[in-house]
């Protein structure tokens, strides 16, 4: 349920006035529609909390969690030309993956695991070749 707050933004109670929705005074808030406003409060309290200083200053203007977390994105996945171009080096670093002779077995093996790591986490697949 919070997840879906995240992902889909808040639903503020709404009625209609004039052919026209408008928020619902708190007042007028059903049993139901007071669970939803305080699942939305704390959806954006548990984002808030877990952030640092410099993120937090960040997304402090941030009105919902939806908009809280998609500036989380941009910030630390950026947009999707970036996911691709980062994508796109990440795959060409796995396909020039050399051993350096003058490199410690650890030292490289610790490297391409963050290649691989790397992919892994923009949910890329690594094909084995026969």
């Given at each position: 349920?919070?997840?879906?707050?995240?992902e889909d933004g808040p639903t503020i109670p709404m009625k209609i006035v004039r052919e026209t929705q408008v928020p619902k005074e708190r007042h007028d808030?059903?049993?139901?529609?007071?669970?939803?406003v305080q699942l939305i409060a704390k959806a954006m309290y548990i984002l808030l909390y877990a952030l640092g200083l410099e993120e937090f200053a960040i997304v402090s203007s941030c009105d919902n969690a939806k908009e809280i977390w998609d500036?989380?994105?941009?910030?630390?996945?950026g947009t999707n030309e970036v996911k691709e171009t980062k994508i796109?080096?990440?795959n060409l670093n796995?396909?020039?993956?050399?051993?350096?002779l003058n490199e410690d077995v650890k030292a490289m093996f610790n490297w391409f695991s963050t290649i691989v790591n790397e992919l892994k986490g923009f949910e890329e697949v690594i094909l084995e070749e026969s």
């Amino acid at each position: 349920m919070l997840w879906d707050i995240i992902e889909d933004g808040p639903t503020i109670p709404m009625k209609i006035v004039r052919e026209t929705q408008v928020p619902k005074e708190r007042h007028d808030w059903s049993i139901q529609e007071r669970k939803q406003v305080q699942l939305i409060a704390k959806a954006m309290y548990i984002l808030l909390y877990a952030l640092g200083l410099e993120e937090f200053a960040i997304v402090s203007s941030c009105d919902n969690a939806k908009e809280i977390w998609d500036k989380l994105e941009v910030v630390h996945e950026g947009t999707n030309e970036v996911k691709e171009t980062k994508i796109s080096l990440l795959n060409l670093n796995y396909e020039n993956f050399k051993i350096d002779l003058n490199e410690d077995v650890k030292a490289m093996f610790n490297w391409f695991s963050t290649i691989v790591n790397e992919l892994k986490g923009f949910e890329e697949v690594i094909l084995e070749e026969s």
